[in-house]
């Protein structure tokens, strides 16, 4: 069975209780669920992993080449800021779908940029948790399209 990796970053292990008027009163283990059970619908396996800490994300990355067969990654407020995950993210050839529960487009301005964007396969934002099966749906397509 091919496999899918779930990574989120910083703070988002506290969804649920953090600013429930910009992230909705859904928990990480709510995502997880929901992106387990998108990719079993369509015969793939889910990995989730969830870290505060920036060299773990990257060590995460860096393992999945080989291992999976595409990435749904919400990078938090790394996206704004790292250089390392974003050169993790080009190092590899397995394709990364950025994911933002919230729309960064329509917050304060640092938000608007992302590190990540231009090395990623797509983006979802603003969608709430719905976002994390938008993408699941559209990697998969993309796995499915280009024979991987
Ligand atoms: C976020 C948006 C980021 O700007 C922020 O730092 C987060 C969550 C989102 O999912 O909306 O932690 O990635």
Redesign the pocket.
């Known amino acids: 069975m091919k496999r899918l990796l779930l990574l989120n ?4 292990n506290l969804l649920g209780q953090r600013e429930p008027e910009t ?1 909705g009163s859904q928990t990480l283990e709510d995502i997880v669920q929901l992106v387990t059970d998108t990719a079993d619908e369509l015969n793939y396996e889910l990995t989730a992993f969830q870290s505060n800490h920036e060299g773990e994300l990257i060590d995460q990355i860096q393992n999945a080449e080989g291992n999976v067969s595409g990435i749904i990654f ?4 790394y ?2 800021t790292s250089v390392a995950i974003r050169d993790a993210v080009s190092a590899i050839s397995v394709p990364v779908i950025e ?4 729309n ?1 487009h329509n ?1 304060e301005e640092f ?1 608007r940029h992302s590190m990540i964007a231009p090395v990623s396969a797509g983006q979802v934002i603003g969608f709430g948790i719905d976002g994390y099966r938008l993408a699941v749906l559209g990697i998969i397509k993309k796995i499915e399209s280009e024979g991987r």
């Open positions: 970053g910083p703070n988002l992230y919400n990078p938090a407020a996206t704004h994911v933002h529960i919230s960064v917050r938000r």
